[in-house]
């Protein structure tokens, strides 16, 4: 089994910063793409930013230029460094990761519980 553990969400001003993080933990054997998504109130859930194993990475256009992606593969985390944060980003942040628990099984996608970001004044 896998546990993706989120933590750093919390409330902040417009023009703000908050950092995200999430472990990994469990029976991994590999994960390919590592990430973020969000989902607002009324609204389904979108896309953040997600690196894979190489390090490429893919941004939403919404956050392009004020988030930043990171990861460190050999512990298993992922970060979100979110700047300039706007109240439109008022959402909770879910981490995911494509995960392998062995050579072989195929790729599974797991989820954490979530961690709310709130941008108001």
């Known amino acids: 089994q896998v546990q993706l553990v989120e933590s750093g969400g919390g409330l902040v001003q417009p023009g703000g910063s908050l950092r995200l993080s999430c472990l990994a933990s469990?029976?991994?054997?590999?994960?390919?793409?590592m990430g973020w998504y969000r989902q607002a109130p009324g609204k389904e859930r979108e896309l953040v930013a997600v690196m894979d194993s190489g390090g490429n990475t893919n941004y939403a256009d919404s956050v392009k230029g004020r988030f930043t992606i990171s990861r460190d593969s050999a512990k298993n985390t992922v970060n979100l460094q979110m700047d300039s944060l706007k109240p439109e980003d008022t959402a909770v942040y879910y981490c995911?990761?494509?995960?392998?628990?062995?050579?072989?099984?195929?790729?599974?996608?797991?989820w954490g519980q979530g961690t709310q970001v709130t941008v108001s004044s």
């Open positions: 469990g029976t991994i054997f590999s994960i390919n793409v």
């Open positions: 995911s990761a494509d995960v392998r628990t062995s050579y072989y099984v195929p790729t599974l996608r797991y």
